[in-house]
């Protein structure tokens, strides 16, 4: 089956509420990779998913702010933290894009231990972010289950509002769903959220190990794209 249109806002209800959770401050890096490097590091039933011929490697970082569950107030403490994560683009055979995560770095130990229960590739990082004014500082540094200080650093100046999305940066952060691999099956976790308020942005420093420790160690040069978001407010259902 072909792709699903690419949309702003969700193509189909995530269904009754699981969890709650807001991104902010979200920085997206991303680089070109060849779909036939990036295929075996798929869950079973699906592909990459390609723009213009190729697929995307996404490096986001960004504020995890008071995850709620079964529709509860969000927790102020351990559900916000910092996270950091590797993300691959992929379809469906029933055509539903999502993304798959290679790695997801977190600086609060208990939500890994219960991601990671719930078979997310989550890791405990230590980390740091800092704002002053248009600049942004992301730093991590692994610390279990490795490899330990994996990581590093982000610097980015945020530019103007993108009015009018490109079909690239539509590409790239118009994503609805999670395919995971759950006992040997491929599940697609859904979401909704609002449209992506998009920014311009400039990455200044690049120094950052996390695309090798993640399996993708060709892809260590300088990003074909990077934006910005202030965030959004997102819900997810039941996984299908």
Do not use: C, K
Request: no cysteine; net charge positive; aromatic share 10%.
């Amino acid at each position: 089956m072909e792709p699903e249109e690419v949309t702003d806002t969700a193509p189909r209800a995530a269904g009754r509420t699981l969890f709650t959770q807001g991104w902010r401050d979200v920085a997206f890096v991303h680089w070109r990779a060849d779909p036939a490097v990036v295929a075996p590091l798929l869950p079973a039933g699906t592909r990459p998913d390609v723009h213009e011929g190729s697929t995307w490697v996404g490096l986001v970082p960004f504020r995890m702010r008071r995850i709620g569950v079964l529709g509860s107030p969000g927790l102020p403490w351990v559900g916000s933290f910092l996270e950091t994560n590797v993300r691959l683009y992929s379809v469906d055979g029933e055509g539903r894009r999502g993304v798959v995560f290679r790695s997801l770095d977190a600086d609060r130990l208990a939500p890994v231990l219960v991601a990671r229960a719930a078979g997310l590739p989550y890791l405990w990082s230590r980390m740091r972010f800092a704002r002053d004014g248009d600049l942004l500082t992301y730093d991590s540094r692994r610390r279990w289950p490795g490899p330990r200080g994996a990581g590093g650093r982000i610097e980015l100046r945020v530019g103007a509002r993108l009015d009018r999305p490109g079909p690239l940066e539509r590409f790239l952060t118009g994503r609805w769903g999670l395919h995971q691999a759950v006992l040997g099956r491929t599940r697609f976790w859904p979401n909704e959220h609002p449209t992506w308020p998009l920014h311009r942005a400039e990455l200044l420093t690049w120094d950052v190990d996390l695309l090798a420790a993640a399996g993708l160690p060709g892809l260590g040069g300088p990003p074909d794209s990077v934006l910005f978001s202030p965030g959004v407010d997102v819900r997810f259902g039941p996984r299908l």
